[in-house]
């Protein structure tokens, strides 16, 4: 027995192995077989997004900056009585009111704009005051040069573009779910816009 005990082998724990690396997680497109897609990486900044940050503070703060002309006479902008009574003399009564209104509408919808922040409800707000803008200047017209539309056609154009882009990942919006744009949103800004222009003709 003790021959048999010096023999036998003593019990062992396994090696202990050491724990798998991480794999990355892979997108996977729906429909596509077990193992396949690619590695899911942080997005970086593209050019896109530049652009749109471009085009956003380029378009936002100059927008704004004619509704500081109307709101407080800033960069040469007559003030709100002196365009309360333009606005009069185009059919809005009280003319202060509406000027007031067209006033914040470009000015907050163009800070919107820049910033990237609630970008719809922002470009909503520069649509309802390019309608009325673009009512009161057809009758002469497409160019600008003849006093036509051409102007508050093409703000409200690009304000619906970035409602239907999305403002891009340099914008307050990416903290938000619907931050990438999409038919909802240009619907919404333009709906909501177009709601906003038809009360001011119903009242004004």
């Given at each position: ?32 077989p ?42 040469g ?70 006093g ?15 409602a ?30 177009g ?6 003709l119903?009242?004004?």
């Amino acid at each position: 027995m003790k021959l048999l005990e010096r023999h036998r082998t003593p019990h062992r724990p396994p090696p202990a192995t050491s724990a798998p690396a991480a794999v990355p997680a892979r997108t996977v497109t729906p429909g596509a077989p077990p193992g396949t897609g690619r590695i899911a990486r942080p997005a970086a900044v593209s050019a896109a997004d530049l652009g749109l940050l471009l085009l956003r503070l380029t378009f936002g703060l100059l927008l704004a900056g004619h509704g500081a002309q109307k709101l407080f006479g800033l960069f040469g902008g007559e003030g709100l009585s002196a365009t309360g009574r333009g606005f009069a003399q185009l059919g809005y009564h009280p003319g202060t009111f509406f000027a007031g209104m067209a006033g914040a509408g470009e000015f907050l919808g163009g800070l919107g704009l820049a910033a990237g922040l609630l970008t719809p409800l922002a470009a909503a707000a520069v649509i309802g005051v390019m309608i009325n803008a673009m009512i009161v200047t057809v009758p002469h017209g497409l160019w600008e040069t003849n006093g036509g539309m051409e102007y508050p056609l093409c703000i409200a154009v690009v304000a619906t573009a970035v409602a239907a882009i999305g403002a891009g990942r340099l914008a307050f919006d990416r903290f938000f779910r619907r931050r990438d744009g999409g038919l909802p949103e240009m619907a919404f800004a333009v709906g909501l816009g177009g709601l906003g222009a038809a009360i001011v003709l119903a009242v004004s």
